[in-house]
């Protein structure tokens, strides 16, 4: 079982629109959790992090945590052709291994 | 700082041959990771590093993969034998501390075994 599961996509959603990624994990003792941003050709770059249960807003991105269903989303508001790339769901576990989702590939269509 | 710093940038090599990749960790950052990624499986975890002691290498595929950290500023990852299988993406990031907020990656090593 793979620590942190996420749909692959790929996502598309019209300009403006809010695009939502969900990210599952296994580890029930998991303390921190990220969103990474990958433009293609490129490595990731951290975007967003969370630690505890609820929401964390910054800009135009909402974090969501929900420990009880092992459960992270990301919500992207107006939407930007910008944004388009694959996000990546990534979660520290244990001894500070930290762990990737496969992503999600994401289009924003002008 | 200039980031992490990995080499080469591109590698082509085959099968059969060793190859060598290196690692750059931003300065005074005590956690590295070695990561690879392909389509299929994502970035995968193979290995990391707490100051300068391999601290979890669950990750790593098998024994033609090893990896060294033998200062703090300088990790290798080598593949001997390399095999068609292994082309791959593979990043190096280095975190700060146990409680840092983020991971600075690489720009990567693009690894094609032919």
């Known amino acids: 079982q793979k620590e942190v599961e996420q749909n692959s996509g790929p996502l598309s959603v019209p300009e403006g629109a809010i695009a939502s990624l969900n990210c599952t994990y296994s580890?029930?003792?998991?303390?921190?959790f990220f969103w990474y941003r990958q433009y293609s050709g490129k490595s990731p770059e951290l975007i967003m992090s969370?630690?505890?249960?609820g929401d964390k807003e910054d800009g135009r991105f909402t974090a969501q945590l929900n420990k009880a269903s092992q459960y992270v989303s990301l919500l992207i508001r107006d939407s930007q052709p910008s944004d388009s790339a694959t996000y990546l769901c990534?979660?520290?576990?244990?001894?500070?291994?930290?762990?990737f989702g496969t992503g999600t590939r994401l289009t924003v269509i002008p | 700082d200039a980031g992490v710093i990995q080499s080469p940038r591109h590698e082509v090599t085959e099968m059969g041959q060793e190859v060598t990749l290196r690692c750059k960790p931003i300065s005074g950052h005590d956690y590295l990771f070695w990561y690879r990624q392909t389509m299929m499986r994502g970035l995968e975890l193979l290995i990391y590093?707490?100051?300068?002691?391999?601290?979890?290498d669950s990750g790593m595929p098998e024994d033609r993969f090893s990896a060294k950290m033998p200062n703090a500023s300088f990790s290798t990852l080598k593949i001997q034998p390399s095999e068609p299988r292994d082309s791959a993406v593979y990043f190096c990031a280095s975190m700060e501390g146990p409680t840092s907020t983020e991971a600075f990656f690489g720009q990567g090593t693009r690894l094609t075994v032919v």
């Open positions: 990534a979660v520290r576990a244990g001894a500070n291994n930290l762990f």
């Open positions: 590093f707490n100051n300068n002691v391999p601290i979890d």
């Open positions: 580890d029930r003792g998991s303390q921190s």
């Open positions: 969370i630690y505890s249960n």
